[in-house]
Nanobody
Framework: QVQLVESGGGLVQAGGSLRLSCATS????????MGWYRHGSDGAHILIAR???????NYRDSVKGRFTISRENSKRTVYLQMSSLKPEDTAVYYC????????????????WGQGTQVTVSS
């Protein structure tokens, strides 16, 4: 059974920074792409950032230049450094393993963690 434990969220003023952590157990962490999602206004999980097993990164356009995803394989942990936060970044943030096939990116596991709340005030 995979375990996903997100932490590091909080309340921050616009322009501020937060660092999110996702500690995992189970799964093949070192061999898997990982991603950060946030819960959209429509209730869907929207992929914000991803990092491959080799360390290549990709970001949703709205967070490019502001967010940085990284991983520490020895700790089976993925991070999201967020800066220049905006009120529209307010959401619950989740992590997951990623499965990428035929150009389609999807979360590997349906069992999401609790997520961590990020609230950005204006």
């Amino acid at each position: 059974q995979v375990q996903l434990v997100e932490s590091g969220g909080g309340l921050v003023q616009a322009g501020g920074s937060l660092r999110l952590s996702c500690a995992t157990s189970g799964g093949n962490f070192a061999d898997s792409a990982m991603g950060w999602y946030r819960h959209g206004s429509d209730g869907a999980h929207i992929l914000i950032a991803r990092i491959s097993s080799g360390g290549e990164t990709n970001y949703r356009d709205s967070v490019k230049g502001r967010f940085t995803i990284s991983r520490e394989n020895s700790k089976r942990t993925v991070y999201l450094q967020m800066s220049s936060l905006k009120p529209e970044d307010t959401a619950v943030y989740y992590c997951n393993f990623l499965t990428i096939e035929r150009g389609i990116i999807r979360p590997t596991y349906n069992d999401w963690g609790q997520g961590t709340q990020v609230t950005v005030s204006s």
